[in-house]
Nanobody, 128 residues
Framework: QVQLVESGGGLVQAGGSLRLSCAAS????????MGWFRQAPGKEREFVAA????????YYADSVKGRFTISRDNAKNTVYVQMNSLKPEDTAVYYC?????????????????????WGQGTQVTVSS
C-alpha cells in the first residue's frame, strides 16, 4: 500500500518561503505523476501544482504561478514544492497526491478527481 507523508509546513511571515516535501513509500513512485493541492478553512480543496512522472512537465494554478515551484527526486521517492513570496491567502492545509494512471490529458492534472492516493496534509500559515 502506497503511503504519502507531507512535511515542511509551518508559520511564516508574508513574503517568506517554505519548502514542502512529500515522501512516498513503495517502488512505483517514479512511474506516477504527482500533485499538490490545498484547502483553506471553509473552502474547497484546490489545485496548486503538478509534475509528470519524469519531471519534464509541470502545471500550476494561476494563483501560485511564478511563486511556487514543484519538483521531484525519484531516487528519493519525494516530491517538493518550493513556495516563495508567500501571502496570507496561501494559508491552508497542503496535500500531496498521486495521480491515477491512465489519465494523460493536460486538464486531468488540475482536478482532484484524477488523484487516487492522498497524504494527511501539512499546515501552512502565512501571517500578515
Amino acid at each position: 500500500q502506497v503511503q504519502l507523508v507531507e512535511s515542511g509546513g509551518g508559520l511564516v511571515q508574508a513574503g517568506g518561503s517554505l519548502r514542502l516535501s512529500c515522501a512516498a513509500s513503495g517502488r512505483t513512485f517514479s512511474t506516477y505523476a504527482m500533485g499538490w493541492f490545498r484547502q483553506a478553512p471553509g473552502k474547497e480543496r484546490e489545485f496548486v501544482a503538478a509534475i509528470t512522472w519524469g519531471g519534464s512537465n509541470t502545471y500550476y494554478a494561476d494563483s501560485v504561478k511564478g511563486r511556487f515551484t514543484i519538483s521531484r527526486d525519484n531516487a528519493k521517492n519525494t516530491v517538493y514544492v518550493q513556495m516563495n513570496s508567500l501571502k496570507p491567502e496561501d494559508t491552508a492545509v497542503y496535500y500531496c497526491a498521486r495521480k491515477a494512471s491512465g489519465l494523460y490529458t493536460s486538464r486531468t492534472y488540475y482536478s482532484s478527481q484524477s488523484y487516487d492516493i492522498w497524504g494527511q496534509g501539512t499546515q501552512v500559515t502565512v501571517s500578515s
